[in-house]
Structure formats: structure tokens, C-alpha cells
């Protein structure tokens, strides 16, 4: 993950192989989850059990550290990335922010 905003709370990554899963932000489905102390720039999430097949990845910067992406209505007050998302408002369809390749670098977006 990069543009990190600060050090507050932690990054929470998902990584999703079901593209029900992935539209939905199902938590539960994730067959990859970290919760990383946040820091200024960038983080890095490793998962080395995860060995071939396509993976999406859906992160937060969740610096209150509720475990929710904070919203005020539906605009999010937290940092938010999705792979293959192109930018901050893009929603990537689960067969485009699906990946093969393990090393990945996506952008965290802030829009407060």
C-alpha cells in the first residue's frame, strides 16, 4: 500500500478469490487478512500462503482502529484502496482488480 497519510491506527488488507465476495466487501470471505500498524507512505502486507490463483485486494486506513472503514453518509473519512482501482472513485469489477501476480502495489485514497 502507498500514500499512507500518517501513522495512526492500522491498515487493514483483504484479499478476496470470490468475485461474490469482492462486490460485496464480505469480510468474512477473505481467505487473506491483516491488520498493519500504519505508517507514514507506505506499508507492506505479505501473504505467503497464498500460493497461485487470483487474488483482488480491498484495504483501509482504519485510524481509529474500530475495524470499520468510517463514512459520513457515504463518503468515506478513512483512507480506502482497491487493486486495479485507477483512482479514488474507480470500483474495479472483480475480473479487473483480480491478480495473478504476487507483488502488487496499490494506492490508498483519502477524499476528507
Do not use: C, W
Amino acid at each position: 500500500m502507498k500514500n499512507i497519510r500518517n501513522t495512526r491506527g492500522q491498515v487493514i488488507v483483504l484479499v478476496m478469490e470470490d468475485a461474490h465476495a469482492y462486490q460485496s466487501g464480505n469480510d468474512e470471505a477473505a481467505v487473506g487478512y491483516l491488520e498493519i500498524p500504519a505508517s507514514t507512505g507506505s506499508v507492506r502486507a505479505d501473504f505467503p500462503e497464498l500460493a497461485g490463483g487470483r487474488y483482488a485486494v480491498i484495504a483501509f486506513h482504519d485510524e481509529n482502529r474500530n475495524r470499520d472503514l468510517d463514512l459520513e453518509g457515504e463518503i468515506p473519512v478513512e483512507g480506502y484502496a482497491l487493486s486495479g482501482a485507477r483512482d479514488a472513485y474507480d470500483e474495479p469489477p472483480f475480473q479487473r482488480a483480480a491478480s495473478k501476480d504476487p507483488v502488487r502495489t496499490i494506492k490508498m485514497h483519502y477524499l476528507k
